[in-house]
């Protein structure tokens, strides 16, 4: 409301005021911006015509508009009215004040003038009484400057009499500031009449000076006087005039012999980082040791400070110097770097360095030596998070290079679990000791630390960042899926030199899970606790360890990993069946005796596979009841009967009607999902591998063509395998009916579809099973 | 990536491999499809999409005295193709006329016009120069590339030359260079082998394991697909022989056909055993490259080549054909002799930049 009542009656004072400012105003035409006569808002321009206005007022509002209008227009005119009166009362009054103010002044004007006459003769006779005490004195104070001055001549003559004995005294006693100072002053005079009257005077004073000369420089180059004293000396022997240009330049030289003792060496930080590992003895030299840099660090700085003095056109050379031993320290500390340094060492390296710093800045502002070595600092320390990274990425492919190595001796029971155990340790134990590493950076309250303190978080966690990325690459170029063209070229070769183990590949996929639920949320929770955020790098860049990120490309990367194990794992089965297929002709097939051997060989490969699982993945959560205590064969013989049946007819029929009886068959079976999603548990991987390689069977099948012998072949592999296969997959419904697809398949590739007798299967089948239990006595 | 069946279906009585545009057809847009069975009368079906785009009307029944392995229409007569065929122990191949159809469906006799029985080894395929008019014939069987000549008019073939793979090479399939009218890549157990045809000399290799299938791209010169039994789908620059530009992971179980779409750029199909038909998109060209090999994005950020997998099939998919005439339509068909034709146009827009 407040508002709105406000914004008219301002609208008001304003038009008010515009009003009175352009009656006052000395030409009208500086009035307000002109406004189109044609609108409403016309009235307060001088272009106002009231005629149109009024019409135009008439045509636009109607009458409750206009009454209103009216109303305001009447208010206003009285407002206007009573502020006019007021003004032209104002006015008269401030007229009458004037009047009034003027009459005073001209009363008071009159009697001034008469005064003022008297107060210039006055003046005047001052003044002529003045010049007469002046010209009287005059004389006498002439005399006295005469006087004076032949007093000062003779003075100074008497002066550079004496001035050879003086300056002998002053040599006697080393009062060397004292002779140059009378020898300065008098040599103006030497200069002047020297040749003249003063010739023996100036002859015996300059001997003297070029013994203070010798003695000088005599001192400034003895290391033994104080530094003090040199610099005296130093600034002596500039005011005598002699050429000091050469001496800092000397002096310098062997200041920066001096600073190649200061430099650190990198033997001594090696010392340093034995220490901890060898408390008792490392550490007295070390302390001992580190005392005495100190030592000689304030020597150099206390160098500086003098040099300074003696030599003001130095420091340009001396700022050079100090920063150079800085970039020397950091060159050092660089290359403990690149070597495996522990933080804590670090940490002392960059404590001395920054003590060295902070001295030589009290002597050497203008160095900015404190934000060079920041700078300095920042990389060295950017360097060792990326070299500690590096590190622990090596440590953990090391460990998984090993799997290969060992798991080829195979001298361990169960090489994988030991791997993943191991690879597990490594990643887990090496991260929290590199973030308890990286807390000691923190914790420091070394100055130089305390300002990077951000970046140093931010650092570690883009460390992070960069590391899992890392890993992520190194797992796929270990797994040798990535024909990595790109980086890490040596260690490319070793991994393709070799073939890559498939128990590799399981083990990474593992340890891919494992860093996706474990690792990255136990970094993120540690990162979280003792590094609070860094916010050096800006928010528009986003945090730099982005857990879910990593977590998601783990996750996939361990799917990714995983299918690969399986894939591996077929392409074996692969190779191994379509050797089986390929060699005989099946065309001429002789009739079956046995079971073929290759089923061997695929059970021996689906051991292998389920011994690699069993060692590294856990137990899927709803697991089936197996039949164990059956004995198979009565099981086989039964699904056996029923399978003949469903041949044995299709067999009557048509093949026509039977290749409509299987899609009939298909409509109604339920559709059986072969290619579920593969998970993480030993079920799901085995079954997977044992779902692909009988799909590949299937394949196989459908591209031959067969007699009746190799039908019957095919019919006994598949009833064979059928009870193994049971006892290791956990969907039985997708293995059957792979199982009898792929004798489908055989009979639809069949020339002539018939069978084996039930009893000849079974015989054969008890046959290979008492030899199969002979060769592998059954493992619990 | 489910979406209900778009698919137009057709159902053959047997169990079928291979189907095959009919790309000297202008007028319509038809596939030619022939029947694996072992023990019946094996049929052709020549297909055709109605005009309106919502059936397959048979345009033509013929019987066919074989099981059909394989079946490639002849890129400059409709009326002309080749089937490889298998008795069961024995295998042919031969050169089909379909007889003049005067609207009547009474099954007549195809016309045989050559037999290309020099083989005497398991064929695998009959190779048309995709490209246009061109007398030349190849046909390759278990270890030997025969190079025949056509002479349609006096139903001849006669061969022309003929190269053994050398030992212990098994060739498994082929495809001829649309770019090259002298070029054939030839795919065996362990790589692909490029053959020139003038001297019927080897000129260059891609080692790689179980490559079931190989399919030059249409607009690419220089740009090989293949398919592969485990590893997915591979692209090829023929001129980088050593590694591929491009990886696809394929399918779940085998991919076994994969071809390139004749119009859209890097819009590849393939096919698998699992039962799914996949479309994809992986242009080859070097500023895409150059795009999305940005290192410093991760790479779940890539955007999924996989536009759409269609697995409305019952049994493993082994024949894939896109539709020259309309090259966003494609038949599949799979081992229960259901051919289903789809129209790739909703997932074109979005990425291809084809309206």
Redesign the interface.
């Known amino acids: 409301m407040g508002a709105e009542d406000n914004v008219p009656l301002d609208d008001k004072a304003r038009r008010m005021r515009d009003l009175l400012s352009s009656f006052y105003a000395p030409d009208p035409s500086t009035n307000n911006a002109p406004s189109n006569p044609g609108t409403l808002d016309a009235i307060n321009t001088s272009s106002f015509d009231a005629d149109q206005y009024m019409n135009l007022l008439m045509q636009k509002s109607n009458l409750d508009e206009l009454l209103q209008r009216h109303v305001e227009m009447a208010a206003e005119i009285k407002n206007i009215d009573t502020d006019l009166q007021m003004l032209v009362y104002e006015n008269y009054s401030k007229f009458i004040s004037a009047t009034d103010a003027i009459k005073r002044m001209k009363s008071n004007i009159v009697g001034m003038e008469a005064n003022m006459e008297e107060l210039l003769d006055k003046i005047m006779s001052v003044q002529s009484k003045s010049d007469g005490v002046n010209t009287s004195l005059f004389e006498k104070r002439e005399n006295i400057e005469k006087l004076h001055r032949t007093r000062n001549l003779l003075r100074k003559v008497q002066f550079i009499y004496d001035l050879p004995t003086r300056l002998g005294k002053c040599i006697e006693s080393e009062a060397y500031v004292d002779a140059v100072k009378f020898y300065t002053g008098a040599l103006p005079i030497f200069k002047a009449y020297g040749d003249s009257s003063f010739q023996d005077c100036k002859q015996a004073s300059e001997e003297a000076i070029s013994i203070i000369v010798k003695n000088l420089q005599g001192k400034l180059f003895s290391d033994s006087e104080s530094i003090q004293a040199r610099a005296e000396a130093a600034v002596l022997l500039k005011q005598l005039d002699f050429p000091v240009d050469s001496l800092p330049v000397k002096l310098l030289e062997k200041l920066e012999q001096s600073l190649g003792d200061l430099q650190l060496k990198t033997d001594d930080i090696e010392n340093a980082s034995m220490e901890p590992n060898d408390p008792k003895l490392g550490k007295v030299p070390d302390s001992v040791h580190i005392m005495a840099h100190e030592g000689s660090i304030r020597g150099f700085a206390e160098a500086i400070s003098a040099y300074r003095v003696i030599f003001p056109d130095s420091e340009g050379h001396l700022i050079k110097l100090a920063q150079d031993l800085v970039v020397k320290h950091f060159e050092t500390v660089e290359q403990c770097v690149k070597g495996r340094i522990s933080c804590a060492n670090l940490l002392v390296v960059l404590r001395t360095i920054w003590t060295d710093v902070l001295l030589m800045d009290e002597v050497l502002s203008e160095a900015v030596l404190p934000e060079f070595s920041l700078e300095a600092a920042q990389n060295a320390l950017k360097q060792h998070v990326a070299s500690t990274f590096n590190y622990l990425l090596h440590d953990i492919s090391d460990v998984l290079l090993r799997v290969n190595v060992s798991s080829k001796e195979a001298a361990e029971e169960n090489p994988l679990q030991v791997a993943l155990e191991a690879s597990k340790k490594a990643l887990l134990q090496g991260s929290m000791d590199v973030l308890l590493d990286f807390r000691q950076l923190l914790d420091d309250d070394l100055g130089l630390l305390v300002q990077l303190r951000d970046f140093v978080s931010d650092w570690v966690q883009e460390g992070f960042q960069d590391f899992f990325r890392a890993l992520y690459d190194r797992f796929f170029l270990l797994s040798g899926r990535k024909s990595s063209s790109s980086q890490d070229q040596g260690l490319t070769a070793g991994a393709h030199g070799e073939k890559v183990l498939a128990g590799l590949v399981l083990v990474l996929s593992q340890l891919s899970v494992f860093i996706e639920q474990t690792a990255i949320p136990r970094i993120t929770e540690e990162i979280a606790a003792s590094f609070p955020g860094g916010g050096a790098r800006g928010y528009e860049n986003g945090p730099a360890f982005v857990p879910g990120v990593m977590c998601r490309i783990f996750r996939s990367a361990g799917e990714r990993l995983l299918h690969h194990y399986i894939n591996m794992r077929t392409q074996k089965v692969s190779t191994l069946l379509r050797k089986r297929f390929t060699t005989p002709n099946w065309v001429k097939h002789k009739e079956p005796r046995e079971v073929h051997m290759s089923v061997d060989l695929f059970l021996q490969e689906l051991k292998e596979t389920a011994s690699d699982v069993k060692q590294i993945l856990p137990q899927g959560l709803e697991r089936k009841h197996r039949r164990t205590d059956s004995n198979g064969s009565t099981a086989s013989s039964r699904s056996n009967q029923l399978r003949d049946d469903k041949t044995n007819r299709s067999n009557t029929h048509r093949a026509r009607s039977q290749l409509l009886e299987t899609h009939l068959a298909k409509l109604f079976k339920q559709k059986v999902e072969i290619f579920t999603k593969v998970e993480h548990t030993q079920e799901s991987v085995v079954t997977t591998t044992v779902k692909l390689c009988l799909k590949s069977l299937q394949e196989f099948v459908r591209l031959r063509t067969f007699n009746r012998s190799g039908f019957q072949q095919i019919q006994l592999d598949i009833q064979f395998l059928r009870t193994p296969l049971k006892e290791t997959v956990e969907d039985e419904a997708a293995l059957d009916f792979l199982l009898d697809e792929v004798i489908v398949a055989a009979s639809e590739r069949c020339l002539d579809p018939i069978p084996l007798e039930p009893p000849i299967l079974d015989r054969l089948i008890q046959a290979k099973l008492a030899k199969w239990n002979e060769k592998n006595p059954i493992t619990p | 990536m489910q979406g209900g069946s778009s698919g137009i279906g057709y159902g053959l009585?047997?169990?079928a491999r291979c189907i095959s545009d009919v790309k000297a057809d202008t007028d319509h847009t038809s596939f030619l499809t022939g029947t694996l069975?072992?023990?019946?009368e094996n049929e052709v079906h020549l297909i055709r999409l109605s005009s309106g785009g919502t059936e397959l009307i048979c345009e033509g029944l013929f019987s066919h005295p074989n099981e059909i392995w394989d079946l490639a229409s002849c890129p400059f007569d409709q009326r002309i193709f080749s089937t490889v065929f298998?008795t069961?122990?024995s295998y042919g191949a031969a050169i089909w006329q379909i007889p003049e159809l005067y609207g009547q469906l009474n099954s007549p006799q195809l016309e045989r016009i050559a037999s290309l029985d020099a083989h005497a080894r398991k064929i695998n395929c009959v190779l048309w120069w995709p490209s246009g008019r061109h007398d030349k014939l190849i046909s390759i069987d278990d270890e030997n590339l025969f190079l025949w000549t056509l002479d349609c008019s006096k139903k001849t073939a006669q061969v022309q030359s003929k190269q053994s793979s050398g030992m212990l090479h098994?060739l498994s399939g082929g495809a001829w260079d649309p770019h090259d009218i002298n070029a054939v890549a030839t795919t065996c157990e362990s790589s692909v082998q490029f053959w020139d045809l003038r001297t019927m000399k080897k000129t260059n290799a891609v080692e790689r394991a179980?490559i079931r299938n190989a399919n030059y791209d249409m607009k690419n010169n220089h740009i090989l697909v293949t398919a592969e039994?485990?590893?997915g789908i591979h692209i090829w620059d023929l001129r980088k022989p050593k590694?591929p530009v491009k990886e696809l992971p394929g399918h779940?179980?085998?991919t076994w056909a994969v071809s390139c779409n004749p119009e859209y750029d890097g819009l590849i199909l393939s096919a698998g055993?699992?039962s799914t038909v996949n479309l994809w998109l992986a242009p080859t060209s070097a500023e895409e490259e150059a795009t999305s090999e940005s290192i410093a994005e991760?790479?779940?950020q890539h955007a999924d080549p996989l536009l759409n997998s269609y697995s409305d099939y019952?049994d493993?998919v082994y024949g894939l054909a896109w539709s020259s005439r309309e090259p966003w339509m494609f038949a599949s068909l799979s081992?229960?002799g259901r051919v289903v034709v789809e129209s790739v146009r909703p997932f074109l827009s979005r990425r291809v930049g084809v309206s």
Not at chain 2, 37 to 40: M, T
């Open positions: 009585k047997y169990q069975s072992l023990r019946e298998s069961g122990e098994y179980h039994d485990e590893s590694s779940t179980h085998w055993t699992d991760p790479p779940a019952e493993s081992y229960d």
